[in-house]
């Protein structure tokens, strides 16, 4: 089965809300990242989190490792923040990241 | 400096033609990273170096190439590119470790015609 589900898939908001994105993992954690997609399709890094609660700026991340989640929380939301946000498993096992399917926020004026 | 180089940023290619792309990390990392996005995909890896040791993906193993001269540059080689090879690259690179970051480039926009 997946091993990494991210929800909700879209997410629709009025600028100034605040957004949660969650990422739910069934296997053991190494390290869990996010990242924002910009439409042409590169990544920008937003948090290496392997566990606990990082921020920066109107961002923070919590990974929880023994609930087996990490979310993704955006403060006063902005119609810039729109896109696609993905998270990252990385696995105690080998090298590979395992992607969540992405989260499309939209957030409307 | 934690960035990861990437060149060119956009290539267009022949269908039947090789394309050579090429990543530069100066961040020391032991692992370096191939992957392929489409939209509305995850990142597919590719490939990735450890150290000299090449991995490559069983089901891309055919149609991907990639050399590491050194510990700061590698390349992703196509010998004859495709139409299905147009694409988003990207190239990343990791610490190996208990808590190992993967620190990505820019990316190379393929369009193959």
């Known amino acids: 089965g997946q091993q990494v589900q991210q929800s909700p898939a879209s997410l629709v908001l009025q600028e100034g809300e605040n957004a949660e994105l969650q990422c739910n993992f069934s296997t053991s954690l190494n390290s869990m990242q996010w990242f924002y997609q910009r439409p042409g399709g590169s990544l920008v890094s937003l948090f290496y989190n392997p566990s606990g609660t990082k921020h920066s700026g109107r961002l923070t991340s919590t990974t929880v490792i023994k609930e087996r989640r990490s979310s993704l929380h955006i403060s006063s939301s902005q119609t810039t923040d729109s896109g696609t946000y993905l998270c990252?498993?990385?696995?105690?096992?080998?090298?590979?990241?395992?992607w969540g399917s992405g989260t499309k926020l939209i957030i409307k004026p | 400096d934690t960035t990861v180089k990437q060149n060119p940023r956009y290539k267009l290619a022949r269908v039947g033609k090789p394309v050579n792309l090429i990543c530069s990390q100066t961040m020391n990392h032991d692992t370096m990273y191939w992957y392929q996005k489409k939209p509305n995909q995850a990142p597919k890896l590719l490939l990735f170096?450890?150290?000299?040791?090449?991995?490559r993906e069983a089901d891309t193993f055919e149609k991907f190439q990639s050399s590491r001269p050194n510990n700061s540059f590698c390349s992703l080689y196509i010998g004859s590119a495709g139409l299905e090879y147009s694409a988003m690259y990207l190239c990343?690179?990791?610490?190996?470790?208990?808590?190992?970051?993967?620190?990505f480039g820019p990316g190379t926009r393929l369009t193959v015609l």
């Open positions: 990343a690179s990791s610490r190996v470790g208990l808590y190992a970051e993967q620190f």
């Open positions: 170096y450890y150290d000299k040791i090449l991995n």
């Open positions: 990252a498993l990385g696995l105690h096992s080998n090298y590979q990241l395992i």
